[in-house]
């Protein structure tokens, strides 16, 4: 795909490869792995499970592929938008047979296990998920899952609204790959721009104004830092 060609436009710095694929019942499911050549295996062997339907890229979008300087090399002509012919406890199985680690994506949002399940499945091998909301990390949290928070963005002003920082001894492919498999909420800490979190009076916050400070919270023994913003007006966020 395009992964080695944008790893190569940000000059090799470190990047993590992954997939996000959907299950039979139409859940969308993040795959990491440790290296590239791990996440080509894994994209290969999936393709055997992708339904063979018609596809018209004026009607479905273009699926293209780019060198590192953003030029058009060629097409992908499979319609790689539609499920695979897998459940969501097969999905899970085969990525980490392929030395993956899954983790339920954006869980509140269309697509996501709660959108679409309305709970969390029971799966011990799933230790990690992606939310887009305070709610969505309160209720992940909750379960006892590691939460990843990511831009998620479909507009370019949602790039950067949120994201994760992760503690490592050293910021390398392999050591992040390792951070995520642990799945330690102490090491995985969410960070929102535009809903920042910070105790207030015991419960945590939505934050409706900002001004630029930098500073840190606690909430449930998990620190989050909280940089760009801090808050003029608090609304309770139980």
Not at 17 to 35: I, K, Q
Not at 154 to 160: A, T
Not at 215 to 221: A, S
């Amino acid at each position: 795909g395009n992964v080695l060609a944008f790893n190569r436009a940000i000059d090799e710095r470190t990047l993590i490869p992954a997939l996000e694929v959907t299950s039979s019942e139409e859940v969308h499911v993040l795959a990491y792995f440790g290296t590239f050549r791990d996440a080509a295996i894994f994209n290969s062997k999936i393709n055997e499970y992708l339904p063979k339907l018609p596809y018209n890229p004026e009607l479905m979008g273009y699926q293209m592929y780019v060198n590192s300087q953003d030029r058009f090399t060629g097409i992908e002509n499979r319609f790689l938008g539609s499920a695979l012919l897998l459940n969501l406890p097969q999905l899970i199985e085969l990525i980490i047979k392929y030395k993956g680690i899954p983790a339920y994506a954006h869980i509140e949002r269309r697509f996501g296990v709660l959108f679409q399940l309305g709970l969390f499945p029971r799966d011990e091998r799933v230790k990690i998920v992606e939310a887009r909301t305070i709610d969505g990390w309160r209720k992940a949290t909750e379960y006892g899952y590691a939460v990843l928070s990511n831009s998620d963005s479909h507009h370019p002003d949602e790039i950067g609204c949120r994201f994760t920082r992760l503690r490592v001894q050293h910021a390398n492919q392999r050591a992040i790959y390792e951070t995520l498999k642990e799945a330690c909420r102490r090491k995985i800490r969410s960070v929102w721009i535009k809903d920042i979190i910070r105790p207030h009076n015991g419960h945590i916050s939505k934050c409706l104004g900002f001004r630029c400070i930098k500073n840190t919270c606690d909430y449930r023994g998990v620190r989050f830092l909280v940089c760009f913003h801090s808050v003029r007006q608090w609304k309770r966020y139980d």
